[in-house]
């Protein structure tokens, strides 16, 4: 997030994905690992090391 505008990006999206998850009546981590992506698109082969989705889960069941 060192680019120019990509805070404010960021801060948008984020902000948009909560409102989101509040008009589907779900909690927005829930939402997040509804999106979540466990293939890279660009060369359809799993990411190397990503633990996004285990801290998710971990949020969601303290």
């Not at 829930?30 to 090391?49: E, F, G, R, Y």
């Amino acid at each position: 997030m060192r680019a120019p505008g990509e805070a404010c990006g960021m801060f948008a999206l984020e902000s948009a994905m909560e409102e989101l998850a509040i008009a589907l009546n779900i909690d927005p981590l829930t939402l997040c690992l509804i999106k979540h992506a466990d293939i890279n698109p660009q060369v359809a082969q799993p990411w190397s090391s990503k633990y996004l989705k285990e801290c998710y889960l971990d949020k969601l069941m303290p």
